[in-house]
């Protein structure tokens, strides 16, 4: 049975309800989390942009180059990243590897085909396959955003 209708609400309110309802769609985090998107699709990164906010996360920055990437990779505060493979022709390697030094949490979402390669040299990276359905970009996220200690310990599926 759904829920009745209610008014409009905000990401703030949904964050700070305790324990109201808070709708199925957003993360299950107490904090809205801060995601770096490495695109170099325009419409696509603007899509994934709205995935992220209506999980109830921000996307903080978006690049379209690798060079804007590795740049915002090493400066930026995010707790993790959704990286393309192919960015203008190039491969998204050196951010990633920026990132896991930082030791902030990416995923793939990509359209391309060499999901070996990815699992051989990120292991721990979740792949997500273009087009990416927001279910598949919130399990993804939460996987992430989910502390080593506590996947599998009641951590959101």
Do not use: W
């Not at 804007?68 to 930026?76: D, F, H, N, R």
């Not at 896991?100 to 070996?116: K, M, V, Y």
């Not at 792949?127 to 996220?141: D, E, N, V």
């Amino acid at each position: 049975m759904l829920p009745p209708p209610r008014m409009a609400i905000t990401l703030c309110d949904c964050l700070n309800i305790g324990t109201k309802y808070v709708p199925d769609h957003l993360l299950d985090m107490k904090y809205a989390p801060q995601i770096l998107i490495v695109e170099d699709e325009i419409l696509i990164a603007m899509d994934l942009e709205d995935m992220v906010a209506e999980m109830g996360g921000t996307a903080i920055a978006s690049a379209h180059t690798i060079q804007t990437a590795m740049k915002l990779a090493e400066s930026i505060e995010a707790d993790a990243a959704i990286l393309d493979v192919d960015v203008a022709g190039q491969l998204v390697f050196p951010v990633a590897d920026i990132l896991a030094a930082r030791g902030i949490p990416f995923l793939f979402n990509t359209g391309h085909s060499a999901e070996d390669a990815l699992r051989a040299r990120y292991a721990s990276a979740p792949i997500c396959r273009k087009p990416t359905l927001p279910r598949q970009l919130k399990k993804a996220l939460q996987t992430l955003l989910t502390p080593p200690e506590k996947r599998g310990q009641g951590a959101p599926a």
